[in-house]
């Protein structure tokens, strides 16, 4: 069975600061997919990212990161430079590619960014 | 614009009040599924479909029903709603499975009394 950690409930930070959001995943397949979301205030789930288990290169976006460690099943997201705009709450989510039919979420971190 | 669109965002109901939240996708979609957003437990799956007349179960599907008759619309279903209910619901759609990228609706905020 599939399942999402994001151990870290809620985590506060003054604006600048660089934020590190963990996501550990449990899966038996070896082609799955690791995706993260974010969920701003007013609800909207807005998509960040998508990987696959084949590419464990990480990846840049701006202000994103996110380091794929295979070793340690770890997704890890990292915001550089935090602004206001970043605070929302993060959403790492995993999909087997055998049953291809779901899309397991964990708990969720938020992110308060303080001016 | 390519677009999830559900309605009602906003409702507030009865125990038992038999009630429908469509959900509907103009991006020629074969994949949509319903979750629901609960407090510390994260998005959970309610029932998806692979494509017209193929829907199956996923995490909670007890006290929901769906259909699936035109690809584009994929509404969920309470028969019989209860308190436990009450929750924030989202309809997503993806290219062809729950592998993909997977676009989600605005949500809808559904009470039960």
């Known amino acids: 069975a599939q399942k999402v950690t994001q151990a870290q409930t809620e985590i506060s930070v003054v604006e600048k600061e660089d934020v590190t959001l963990d996501c550990v995943y449990e899966?038996?397949?070896?082609?799955?997919?690791l995706f993260w979301y974010k969920q701003p205030p007013s609800g909207e789930l807005v998509f960040l990212i998508r990987?696959?288990?084949?590419?464990?290169q990480n990846e840049i976006s701006g202000r994103y990161s996110w380091n794929f460690q295979k070793s340690t099943s770890s997704f890890n997201f990292t915001i550089t430079a935090s602004q206001v705009v970043d605070s929302a709450v993060y959403f790492c989510?995993?999909?087997?590619?055998?049953?291809?039919?779901?899309?397991?979420f964990g708990g969720g971190t938020r992110v308060l960014v303080k001016p | 614009e390519a677009q999830v669109t559900q309605n009602p965002r906003y409702l507030i109901t009865v125990t038992g009040k038999k009630l429908t939240v469509t959900c509907s996708q103009n991006?020629?979609?074969?994949?949509m599924s319903w979750y629901r957003q609960d407090p510390g437990l994260g998005l959970r799956q309610i029932y998806y479909?692979?494509?017209?007349?193929?829907?199956d179960k996923g995490d909670v599907p007890e006290g929901y029903k769906v259909s699936r008759k035109e690809k584009r619309n994929f509404p969920l279903i309470l028969e019989s709603p209860s308190p436990n209910q009450t929750s924030l619901y989202f309809c997503?759609?993806?290219?062809?499975?729950?592998?993909?990228?997977?676009?989600f609706g605005p949500g809808t905020r559904l009470t039960v009394l």
């Open positions: 997503a759609s993806s290219y062809r499975d729950g592998t993909d990228t997977q676009y």
């Open positions: 899966t038996r397949d070896t082609t799955y997919y």
């Open positions: 990987r696959n288990s084949f590419d464990e």
């Open positions: 989510a995993l999909s087997e590619g055998a049953a291809g039919n779901k899309l397991t």
């Open positions: 991006m020629n979609h074969e994949y």
């Open positions: 479909s692979m494509n017209v007349e193929v829907t």
